[in-house]
């Protein structure tokens, strides 16, 4: 594996941890900021006192590492055109995690009239749950067929499962405005965690070369 290569995959690893230090620092300067109700947004929300430079610690350098991440998985498993598909999607999350970080939420995030910055941040938002949990549902069948590693398959299963059910239980929240912020952070969680994985594995082993294409 090129040394390009493994940095851009290396940038999946750091993906976690980024976001949990981003998170709890921007979080200490927002007094009364609740992490099991408050969702990740209202750190950037508008009149949020951290408002200015919470997209500059998080959105925005998230951005750049799942955009890196992207195009290290494209470039080792070129010869999928499905791992080319979840390649673009994570490079698609990185898109919406750059759209939330620009477009900030109204106060509280949950305004009965949204604004346009609002409901370009909600679609954002959207894309990026999409994006994972699509390119995360792709590797269910080929941690198997392409990787060869049914503990890869199962590992994307379980996150694929937890992810679905931990946003059900969001938009439960959302509505009963309990544990919110909980229920977020595990749904974020295991999707960021599930990517890094499957940097790991690759960088761990690369795949064969004169892989045939599995469609």
Request: glycine residues 8%; positive net charge.
């Amino acid at each position: 594996m090129k040394p390009l290569d493994r940095a851009l995959l290396t940038c999946a690893v750091i993906i976690p941890f980024w976001l949990l230090i981003g998170v709890w620092l921007t979080a200490l300067a927002y007094p009364g900021y609740d992490h099991l109700h408050h969702a990740m947004s209202q750190l950037g929300a508008t009149g949020a006192p951290t408002q200015r430079w919470s997209a500059w610690v998080n959105n925005f350098p998230l951005a750049v590492l799942f955009t890196c991440c992207a195009f290290g998985l494209a470039r080792q498993w070129r010869h999928s055109k499905l791992a080319m598909l979840s390649a673009a999607l994570i490079f698609l999350h990185g898109v919406g995690s750059l759209g939330t970080g620009v477009f900030a939420c109204d106060e509280g995030c949950a305004p009965t009239v949204p604004s346009h910055a609002q409901q370009i941040h909600n679609l954002s938002g959207l894309l990026m749950f999409l994006s994972l949990t699509l390119a995360c549902a792709i590797w269910v069948r080929l941690g198997k067929r392409l990787a060869a590693a049914p503990a890869l398959s199962r590992l994307s299963l379980f996150c694929l499962i937890a992810a679905l059910v931990t946003a059900a239980l969001m938009a439960q929240a959302a509505q009963n405005g309990h544990l919110f912020g909980l229920y977020q952070r595990l749904n974020y969680g295991v999707s960021v965690m599930w990517v890094a994985a499957l940097a790991l594995w690759t960088l761990r082993q690369a795949p064969p070369m004169g892989l045939h294409p599995v469609t």
